[in-house]
């Protein structure tokens, strides 16, 4: 493959720019190699700056459900920009927007939009601090809610990708105020809430974790935490800033039939621009200013750009149920292949998937939580993602990310995926 201009402008990009990229896990540190340097997307190919087209599936880390460059969204984004980018004042289809988001997830009754993911969760958790008057908070091992101070601690996604889920920077003071339990451990939280009674604002958590790899909850995991929280007068926060609007409208909190008290949101709700949002019950999210005392704004918040394509996203979305179920049958048909693949071969490997959330783990143990992910074996992990590229198909560069599928897939690319995986295999195990 050809990555002559990727590789040029990679060396140019680390003179001004710290490790060369703009965000750490695209610089293919775990996987080795030359990031490469996108110049378009359409539907679901993307193309580098050496004119290579992969089939995509990081799709923006999410967002692109409806696949790149969809005219629903597009066309929302050219309208807009006519009537200006920004104006710092209110506008009508912030309300539009926000009541949407309060039809489609319920248990979101008052939602304050912010620019990203991580805004979002540290807004959450600062309102659930005032809300309770309490200062600790639980989290998660290898869910990742963003770059905020308290959640860079056994941190998953970029953090675990480059080796320093514990990120210098964050003060011990910071860190004493959060409590770490293991994924799919009802015990752990149980001895945390005993041993801090009555100090826990909040306990965050990725329902469906896609930031350690792709895992699912069992044995009711999410339902024990719902009653954990309620007797404890805990606020329950589902960091949903992947699974949103993209394991059903609901998200995952309608899959697994939990509610939480607030529910953090992301990329998803712009169409891709730049957004976040954060929400939950009225009675916690009137403490944020100015309803209530606890300080959270932004410039650019509802940016009138971002509100309209994330309008016209949900708006789809919400008319088109269907989108859901097609998803779904191409994360099974895709599961279903990858499977077949690993029993011809005879590899013990394991794929996880819920809807259109899919990946692989090099490792023969069942993966339930951090620690289970992290046997696997990521310089196998690395070389498949280059064959992969070889073979056509662009995955996240990183074992430790989900792989998230669009609308755009057709059959035929699913068994294009489906032979570019065994075909990688075959050249990884040799
Ligand atoms: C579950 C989750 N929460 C929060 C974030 C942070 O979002 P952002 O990168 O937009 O700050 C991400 C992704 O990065 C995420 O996957
Ligand atoms: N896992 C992250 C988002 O979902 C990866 C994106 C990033 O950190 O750049």
């Known amino acids: 493959m050809n990555n002559k201009q990727s590789k040029s ?8 720019i710290p490790g060369g990229v703009n965000s750490p896990v695209r610089a293919f540190k775990s996987v080795g190699g030359t ?13 580098d700056e050496d004119d290579n087209s992969f089939i995509e599936l990081i799709n923006s880390w999410g967002p692109m459900i409806l696949g790149h460059a969809h005219p629903v969204i597009t066309s929302a984004v050219q309208e807009a920009v006519n009537n200006s980018l920004s104006f710092g004042a209110p506008t009508a289809k912030e309300i539009d927007i926000a009541e949407l988001i309060c039809e489609m997830v319920p248990s979101i009754e008052k939602v304050r939009m912010v620019n990203s993911g991580t805004e979002a969760t540290m ?15 639980i989290k998660i091992e290898g869910c990742y809610h963003g ?18 889920p514990n990120s210098p920077g964050v003060t011990d003071g910071t860190a004493k105020d959060t409590l770490l339990a293991p994924y799919n451990n009802v015990e752990a939280i149980q001895t945390l809430v005993a041993e801090n009674k009555g100090e826990i604002a909040a306990l965050i958590i990725e329902p469906v974790p896609g930031n350690m790899g792709l895992v699912l909850p069992k044995d009711n995991y999410l339902q024990k935490l719902r009653e954990i929280c309620d007797a404890e007068g805990i606020v329950l926060i589902f960091d949903e800033v992947m699974t949103g609007f993209r394991l059903a409208k609901g998200g995952a909190q309608e899959v697994f039939g939990v509610t939480p008290d607030m529910t953090t949101l992301g990329k998803i709700i712009g169409g891709g621009m730049p957004v976040g949002a954060y929400g939950g019950k009225a009675e916690i ?9 606890v300080y959270q704004a932004g410039t650019l918040s509802g940016n009138p750009v971002a509100m309209a394509a994330g309008l016209n996203m949900l708006t789809y979305l919400n008319e088109h149920p269907e989108v859901y179920t097609e998803l779904a049958a191409k994360g099974e048909k895709l599961a279903e292949g ?17 809807g259109s959330m899919i990946c692989i783990f090099f490792t023969e143990n069942e993966v339930d939580n951090f620690a289970d992910a992290q046997t696997t074996n990521t310089e196998k992990f690395g070389k498949f993602f280059h064959q992969m590229l070889e073979n056509g198909v662009y995955l996240p560069p990183s074992q430790y990310e989900s792989w998230f599928m669009s609308l755009a897939l057709t059959d035929e690319n699913i068994q294009q995926i489906i032979a570019a995986v065994k075909s990688s295999l075959i050249a990884v195990e040799g």
């Open 147 to 164: 770059h905020g101070d308290s959640f860079l601690i056994a941190a998953g996604s970029g953090a675990v990708t480059m080796g320093v």
């Open 338 to 354: 990858i499977q077949a693949v690993l029993k011809e071969l005879n590899l013990p490997y394991q794929v996880t998937l819920l």
């Open 123 to 137: 807004s959450a958790i600062r309102v659930a601090r005032g809300y309770t008057s309490r200062n600790k908070i």
């Open 9 to 16: 402008l990679f060396d140019k990009a680390q003179h001004t």
């Open 285 to 293: 999210m009137n403490f944020v200013a100015p309803a209530g005392p």
């Open 35 to 47: 990031p490469l340097f996108i110049k378009s997307a359409q539907g679901a190919y993307i193309t």
